[in-house]
């Protein structure tokens, strides 16, 4: 997530799930490209990310963009583990 908000920062730039892998490839705890969609994926259905359709070879591919600022992801975080303690301690 860094990344793409390092990316957007000024502007409103995507990324690929090819992109999103080649960045973790380098990195020191580098993940397969399965994990990188999968992650993308999951961050959309957060609501942390959104995702235009583009064509491209092979066929439509996803393009993902921020859809939350840091400062809003880190309330939302905050927000999350809030409500599951919640959930899990409800008599405090």
Do not use: C
Request: hydrophobic residues 35%; negative net charge; proline residues 4%.
């Amino acid at each position: 997530m860094e990344h793409i908000w390092e990316m957007n920062n000024p502007g409103r730039i995507g990324i690929t799930t090819g992109q999103a892998y080649e960045f973790l490839r380098d990195h020191p705890d580098s993940k397969s490209r399965a994990v990188a969609t999968f992650f993308l994926n999951e961050m959309v259905e957060e609501k942390v990310l959104e995702y235009e359709e583009k064509s491209g070879k092979g066929g439509y591919h996803r393009v993902y963009y921020p859809k939350m600022k840091r400062e809003q992801f880190a309330e939302h975080v905050v927000e999350k583990i809030t409500d599951k303690l919640g959930e899990v301690f409800p008599e405090v």
